[in-house]
């Protein structure tokens, strides 16, 4: 039976970190950005290099790594020991849970240099997308809504 339930709580766990990921491609917009006025350049790519963009370091995964942990913790034991157990498997719990958290959520990126038609040289990092591939030499267009900019085509 407290199988069950640690194994329960881990998947919902798991669950509620990988639901609480965001995209940063250059084409998914957060509802606030939704209907707002945004600024447009244009320029050309001078150069690409591949980024690594971390993962999200939220307290879901910490926390949910410690309900995890204490739980399995509190089943070693009986008595004094087992909440000592529980105290350290909590704690060993959360800080899994928070590697585990941006583990999941870290993401390949690409670093976008493009010198606009103004003259001035400016770099974007946005998330790989599958169905957008840039190439040095390309047009593009430069959109910033909120502080906000992405590289389109």
């Known amino acids: 039976m407290r199988k069950t339930a640690l194994f329960s709580t881990l998947a919902i766990a798991l ?20 209907r707002q ?23 879901i995964g ?7 942990g204490g739980i399995g913790g509190s089943t070693i ?10 105290v350290i498997g909590a704690v060993a719990g959360g ?3 928070a590697a585990a ?15 606009e038609d103004d003259g001035v040289m400016r770099a ?7 169905n957008q591939i840039f190439r040095v030499g390309e047009r593009v267009r430069i959109l910033t809504v909120n502080g906000t900019s992405r590289v389109a085509h």
């Open 124 to 130: 974007y990092v946005q998330e790989v997308s599958p």
């Open 15 to 34: 669950l509620g970190v990988t639901g609480c990921a965001s995209t940063l491609d250059g084409q998914t917009y957060s509802r606030e950005e939704a």
């Open 37 to 59: 006025v945004q600024t447009v350049r244009t320029g050309t790519i001078v150069s690409l290099r591949p980024v690594q963009i971390e993962g999200t370091k939220t307290p």
């Open 77 to 86: 034991g009986g008595g004094r020991g087992s909440a000592v157990a529980a």
């Open 95 to 97: 800080l899994l849970g």
């Open 101 to 115: 958290e941006e583990g999941m959520t870290r993401t390949q990126g690409v670093e976008i240099t493009v010198r």
């Open 62 to 68: 910490g926390g949910a790594g410690a309900i995890v």
